[in-house]
């Protein structure tokens, strides 16, 4: 059974850094492709931010410079730094297993909130 687990949201103020974790179990972690999207209220489900299975990644503009994505193969978990939060980013957080795009998982998903 493939499950995708996130952690680390919260409740943060503007300015604030928080660390989002998304542990995988039940596929080969290291061959996939790994994404978090976000979904703010009334709005569609973005890309935030993506990482290959070879390392390379992209961001959305709006957290350019602020958020970093990496992964442990070794320890199949995916991380989302994220700096210099703004009321904007509040939102859930997914993450996303997507592996010849012929397998995709979702995650249940984590919420940030960023306000004062």
């Known amino acids: 059974q493939v499950q995708l687990v996130e952690s680390g949201g919260g409740l943060v103020q503007p300015g604030g850094s928080l660390r989002l974790s998304c542990a995988g179990s039940?596929?080969?972690?290291?061959?996939?492709?790994m994404t978090w999207y976000r979904q703010a209220p009334g709005k569609q489900r973005e890309l935030v931010a993506a990482?290959?299975?070879?390392?390379?990644?992209k961001y959305a503009d709006s957290v350019k410079g602020r958020f970093t994505i990496s992964r442990e193969d070794a320890k199949n978990l995916l991380h989302l730094q994220m700096s210099n939060l703004k009321p904007e980013d509040t939102a859930v957080y997914y993450c996303?297993?997507?592996?010849?795009?012929?397998?995709?998982?979702w995650g249940q998903g984590t919420q940030v909130i960023v306000s004062s």
């Open positions: 996303n297993a997507e592996f010849a795009r012929t397998y995709e998982y």
């Open positions: 039940g596929i080969t972690f290291s061959s996939y492709a």
């Open positions: 990482i290959s299975s070879h390392g390379s990644m």
